[in-house]
């Protein structure tokens, strides 16, 4: 199948030519005509399939079509658990807006409000937020949600997973019942399906790869080890190899991440750390340099686990294993993105 077979505007068809792409990827191709039809969606499908294009396309092609409504709110609205995943989508939107007149807005945590309320006084066609800061100016009346459209709730269950659920249900309340809601999550039972039945219309339910499907083309190791000490060595040891380009190195708590880069850098890595207390312009400096390949090694709390997209990721190393295992399938998912081979390492606690 082609792009011009889903019936998308020309604008975002050549923007979508301009990334160097001929072919939706499977969930593309299963989730767009859906959403273009006026259904409400649940989909799963595993990282780096291309699940951000599979709602921000359908998107801007409503964007096609003028507003019914004179209100200055989005009409189109993503909530993501992370600003990476945050910044992610704002990037893809924009991406494949850049033949049409959008405007694309991020209200995300960290980021200084005066921008922000400048931001959302304007006229907004796609905003992209992470709930508490989207709960903090609607709550400030800063936010009309007459005229929205669609709803995206991206990574859903990470966004339950972070305690966001009542956020997620509040914001959702303050938008049109006529709303189109769409639903993307690494899992579509339990919790998430009791979820949807609340928030979605009868929605049509797309699982591309099962929850516990397998990266087939990400080689994983696993190292034991004796002591820290002995998992420190071995972690010199694997960074040190001329087959890693680039390499996130994940560890369970902020801390860590900031003295384990510290130790990586002393020792003559290119290294940084990533995590949630770092403020959002320190964030976005740091992956900036990891895309540019200034820094080599990313020592990252679960904050990357989503919504980091870094092309030359050769492997992924778990220094500290996660608490859910939805985390380790997408902290893995950073590398053998689109295709490509990658390699990661559960490192399990040293043993006693």
Excluded: W
Aim: aromatic content about 4%; cysteine-free.
């Amino acid at each position: 199948m082609s792009f011009e077979k889903l019936n998308l505007n020309p604008a975002i068809l050549q923007a979508i030519a301009d990334s160097g792409y001929t072919e939706p990827s499977p969930i593309q191709a299963a989730a767009i005509p859906e959403v273009l039809a006026g259904h409400d969606l649940m989909a799963s499908a595993q990282t780096g399939t291309g699940k951000t294009a599979a709602f921000i396309l359908p998107a801007l092609q409503y964007l096609t079509e003028p507003s019914q409504s004179k209100s200055k709110g989005p009409r189109i609205l993503v909530l993501t658990p992370t600003r990476e995943l945050a910044n992610q989508v704002n990037d893809a939107a924009r991406k494949y807006s850049k033949h049409m007149r959008v405007k694309t807005v991020s209200i995300l945590g960290g980021m200084p409000y005066p921008l922000q309320n400048k931001l959302l006084s304007q006229p907004v066609d796609i905003l992209v937020a992470t709930p508490g800061r989207l709960i903090d100016h609607l709550d400030r009346g800063r936010i009309d949600f007459s005229r929205l459209e669609m709803l995206v709730l991206d990574e859903a269950d990470r966004m339950l997973d972070m305690g966001f659920i009542d956020d997620v249900e509040k914001i959702a309340a303050a938008t049109p019942a006529s709303r189109q809601t769409l639903l993307f999550s690494a899992t579509l039972e339990g919790t998430i399906a009791t979820l949807a039945k609340r928030l979605l219309k009868d929605p049509k339910r797309i699982q591309m790869t099962a929850q516990q499907a397998k990266h087939e083309n990400i080689e994983q190791r696993l190292h034991i080890v004796d002591d820290m000490s002995h998992k420190n060595r071995l972690l010199q040891h694997l960074l040190t190899d001329i087959n890693v380009k680039q390499a996130i190195v994940f560890t369970s708590t902020k801390r860590d991440a900031d003295m384990l880069a510290e130790d990586l850098f002393a020792l003559g890595h290119q290294a940084a750390a990533l995590h949630g207390d770092m403020n959002q312009g320190a964030r976005n400096r740091t992956l900036t340099r990891m895309r540019s390949g200034a820094i080599k090694v990313l020592v990252a709390t679960d904050v990357a686990a989503r919504g980091l997209d870094v092309a030359g990721i050769s492997h992924v190393i778990n220094f500290d294993l996660p608490k859910f295992a939805e985390d380790y399938v997408h902290r893995i998912g950073r590398t053998g993105r689109a295709g490509s081979s990658g390699l990661r390492y559960p490192s399990p606690p040293a043993r006693t």
